[in-house]
């Protein structure tokens, strides 16, 4: 059993967004980079699947990015993961922010990666800097996989894997043969924090640095912008005295009501 | 002929909100482009709800149906809709940011070699090009892209975009045949809805969301839920109260819960932390109720009350029933 986690490196989702000089991105200074919040999701599952598969399935973690990712592909492998892969992407480069020139890039690693396709393919639900929830369906169609975004829920079968994922007002059942791309959604399961154990192993595992790649993008990015301040609001008054007020002022002034 | 596609996304026969929404500005586009448009609705049902979309104005449409996408696999409606947006030579195609679309988009771009726009909040054309608007790092920034490739890829966020009627006009439905499916897909093999009826939070023009500051799960039950009734409107809540077991996950607002953009959004006993703010910076009005004069959700709400929800809520929502049985 061989799986590849897809993993992005990303502002904190705590970290003051400023847009920098060029007009076009963030200004990067004083921001904390961490894991892609959902990425931790994909690369739990994968460490639970190579546990529970006899024997023990093989997990590799590959990220396209600027050489500064290595900290996250580090992280990785102090939770367990068996396997880095670095695909470097020159810092500010435009592949790197266009959703199909990034899943070009993937496709061909993972196509190219010694020790042939893998049986399942994680990624993360979307990537909180551009929240575009694209990558992961776009390796699979690339690659010619079946696939389910958003999963809640995960079963490995024989050959196939069965996923839940929440739609509007439903839970859905997915069955999906194997090889096959799955996206991971909060709630699927409670991610590991790396001990000191596997901070001292995963100093003694490799980060493969892959053939730059490159890759045309297919969008233009125009502007970055903050969004319009909310005009002020108001406090209209304390307690159950406020509500008549607060009625009127929905209903006439907000039109809300 | 180049067109617009707008796909309007329909379940047995019945068009679903934000297909309104899709077809209003996928008209309002062609306007601004001069191109024709060209709605499409796939699966069973397909036809019925293709001739739904008369009062939206809609005057073509295409209903996909076919033993490929007779059962909903995302491999076989993506293969489908990217034959028919080529066979039309689309130039944009338009869906609604929802499940469906987060299913689909992906898989559309890799199909048609183009970058997609996800969960855009305006659209525009100018010079020959169409760009898009989108919320970023959470809502933290706009984005505004262009697209290089044809055609252009986009999901537009639902209550963003307004779905405007327009009388007088009949849709003349053509019946296409689904492409094929790829070998391998992922077939759906079972659906349960999570409690019925309840107004899906997405969709909902009025979200009445709790936070720790309503300090027990009966509390909701007691007081958030009987004003989300009286004002017509769906249940929220934090994250805070989602990890302590009080409400589903499904209820969750914000940085990993649900983008809502409701046209009213009450936000009771929850301080503000940037992460909620991230799911419902978009509503039209927010109100916030908290005891802390100082929480950060009141430098956000149009409106405020510094108060105890125990007191304030039961208040609010008689007299909002009041109201709404006056009118
Ligand atoms: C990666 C990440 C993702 C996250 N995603 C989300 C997300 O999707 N959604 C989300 O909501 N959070 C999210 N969070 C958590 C977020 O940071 C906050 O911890 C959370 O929103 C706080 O919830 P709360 O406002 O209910 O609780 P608190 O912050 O504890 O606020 C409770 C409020 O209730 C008020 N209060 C107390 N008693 C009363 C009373 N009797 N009457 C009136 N007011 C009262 C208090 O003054 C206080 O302002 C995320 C955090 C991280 C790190
Ligand atoms: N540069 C990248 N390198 C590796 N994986 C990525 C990269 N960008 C995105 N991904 C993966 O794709 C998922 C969705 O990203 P996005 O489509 O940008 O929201 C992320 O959660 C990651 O799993």
Redesign the pocket.
């Known amino acids: 059993m061989k799986i590849t986690v897809c993993v992005k490196r990303v502002p ?3 970290a003051r967004i400023r847009i920098g000089a060029d007009g076009r991105s963030i200004d990067e200074a004083g921001v904390e980079f961490v894991l892609n ?1 959902y990425d931790e999701y994909a690369v739990e599952e994968a460490l639970r699947i190579c546990e529970k598969t006899a024997p023990p399935g093989e997990a590799t973690v590959l990220c396209f990015g600027p050489d500064a990712v290595t900290k996250e592909l580090r992280n990785c492998l102090a939770m367990g993961v068996h396997a880095a892969l670095h695909v470097p992407a020159p810092a500010g480069d435009a592949a790197a922010r266009d959703p199909l020139a990034t899943a070009q890039v993937i496709a061909a690693a993972i196509r190219g990666a010694a020790g042939g396709p893998p049986d399942l393919i994680l990624f993360g639900r979307q990537a ?1 800097d551009d929240d575009g929830a694209l990558v992961g369906l776009m390796v699979a169609t690339l690659l010619g996989l079946p696939a389910v975004p958003d999963v809640t829920k995960l079963t490995m079968g024989a050959g196939a894997v069965t996923v839940e994922r929440e739609v509007e007002g439903a839970v859905e059942t997915y069955e999906v043969p194997l090889p096959c791309v799955v996206t991971a959604h909060k709630g699927l399961n409670d991610p590991r924090l790396p001990n000191m154990k596997g901070i001292m192993a995963a100093k003694k595992k490799t980060i493969t640095t892959a053939a730059a790649a490159a890759a045309a993008p297919a969008s233009t990015i125009e502007s970055l912008e903050l969004p319009p301040e909310r005009k002020g609001g108001r406090i209209v008054g304390e307690g159950a005295a406020a509500v008549p007020e607060l009625l009127r002022l929905l209903r006439q002034e907000a039109n809300a009501l | 002929m180049p067109c617009i596609l707008a796909v309007c996304e329909q379940s047995e026969g019945k068009l679903k909100k934000v297909a309104g929404e899709v077809a209003s500005e996928a008209l309002r586009q062609g306007q601004a482009s001069g191109l024709p448009v060209v709605a499409v609705t796939i699966g069973p049902g397909a036809p019925s709800a293709a001739a739904a979309l008369a009062p939206f104005g809609v005057e073509s449409a295409g209903a996909i149906e076919g033993a490929s996408v007779a059962s909903y696999s995302g491999e076989a409606y993506a293969a489908a809709l990217a034959a028919v947006a080529q066979a039309k030579g689309a130039a944009l195609v338009l869906l609604g940011a929802t499940s469906f679309a987060r299913d689909l988009l992906g898989r559309l771009g890799a199909l048609l070699s183009s970058s997609p726009a996800s969960d855009c909040i305006a659209l525009s054309f100018a010079n020959g090009a169409f760009r898009a608007r989108r919320p970023v790092y959470a809502g933290k920034a706009i984005l505004t892209v262009g697209f290089k490739a044809t055609p252009a890829l986009a999901s537009l966020r639902p209550n963003v975009f307004s779905a405007t009627k327009v009388a007088g006009k009949t849709t003349r439905v053509e019946t296409i045949a689904a492409a094929a499916a790829p070998a391998k897909c992922a077939r759906r093999t079972g659906r349960v809805d999570a409690g019925g009826g309840k107004l899906e939070l997405t969709e909902a023009e009025v979200i009445v969301s ?6 027990t799960p009966e509390n909701f039950a007691k007081l958030i839920e009987p004003l989300a009734a009286a004002l017509g409107g769906a249940v929220g ?6 990890d302590a077991g009080w409400r589903p996950h499904g209820e ?7 983008t809502v953009a409701p046209k009213l959004y009450v936000a ?9 703010l ?2 419902m910076r978009t509503a039209r009005t927010i109100v916030a ?4 004069r100082e ?3 009141f430098k956000v709400a149009d409106y405020g009350i510094v ?4 007191e ?1 809520l039961p208040a609010l929502t008689e007299q909002a029933k009041a109201l709404r049985a006056a009118h």
């Open positions: 904190s989702t705590a919040p909180v | 709790g936070g720790r500051g309503l300090k809540a934090s994250r805070a109260v989602v969750q607002v914000g940085q990993t819960g649900k009771c006993g929850i301080s503000g932390a940037i992460q909620h991230a799911g109720i908290n005891k802390d929480a950060p959700i108060g105890d929800v125990d304030v």
